[in-house]
Each structure stands twice: as C-alpha cells, then as structure tokens.
C-alpha cells in the first residue's frame, strides 16, 4: 500500500517483447518518504486494463516483481500473468477502482490507506519538495511530479 506521487503519462505500447500496454509512475509511503520514491510499472494487453492514477491516490498493489533498474535501484512490475492486481482508492469514492484482476481488500487495508492519504496530506512544503525532487530523480518516461504544495 502506497500513495501515487506522479501522475503517469498516457498509455504506451511496449516497443519490445509482447506488445502490451504500459504505464509508469511512483509511489511512496512514510518508510522511504520525503527524500524516496518507488516506480511501479504496469503491463496490460488492454489498455482499459490499466490503472487509472493521479498523485494523492492510494494504490494496494499485489503480487507484483520487484526488479533492479541501472542507477535508479529497484522498481516494481507486473508481471505478464493475471495474478498481479491493484485497487486505486481515490478522494470522495467509497469503494477503490480495480480495472483489471480482482484484488482481496477489507476493512483493515481502508483503514490503513485512510490513515496513509491523511499522513500525505499533512506534509509540509520541504517534504514536498523533496519528495519533488526523488520523483525528478526516478523519471524516465514516468509522470509529473507533485503539483500543489500541502
């Protein structure tokens, strides 16, 4: 579980390997928050298949690879099978969208993602810009970092 910090950009499709569509962006919680963030990237062979996310979303993400990525570390992948899924819990929305592989979630993970987005929007302007910066650091192909200061 996880808040979104950057807003990916539109679907592409992958140019090697199968041809399914993807989508980056990062995320964080306050482990490595402000100072890091983790990429996510999400393949699908349709495109209404993929995550909808904006920065201040929360995510519950499983079931998804972590891989190594040259001088940016680590990031997580779907994986090709339907056993990677996620749940985007959006402002104002009483149930998380889930756009591709069913996703287990109950009250327990509302309740944390509750208290995630109220810790998010509690975060000072240093933090924001640090957390700006981590996203500038991680992008390569990956969206728009934080837009409004907190």
């Known amino acids: 579980m996880a808040i979104v910090t950057s807003t990916p950009a539109e679907p592409q499709r992958s140019k090697g390997g199968p041809r399914q569509y993807q989508i980056a962006f990062n995320i964080t919680d306050s482990s490595i928050a402000p100072s890091g ?25 499983r079931n998804f690879q972590v891989i ?16 990677c899924s996620w749940a985007v819990f959006k402002d104002c929305v009483a149930k998380p969208e889930v756009r591709g ?11 944390h993602m509750d208290a995630m987005k109220k810790w998010y929007g509690s975060l000072d302007a240093g933090s924001v810009a640090k957390l700006n910066r981590a996203n500038m650091d991680k992008s390569s192909g990956v969206g728009k970092g934080i837009g409004k200061a907190h």
């Open 37 to 61: 963030v983790t990429e996510v990237q999400v393949f699908r062979p349709y495109k209404e298949a993929l995550p909808i996310v904006k920065e201040g979303d929360g995510i519950l993400l």
């Open 68 to 83: 190594a990525i040259k001088i940016k570390g680590f990031a997580l992948r779907s994986e090709n099978s339907e056993a």
């Open 101 to 111: 592989p069913p996703v287990e979630y109950g009250e327990a993970e509302q309740n």
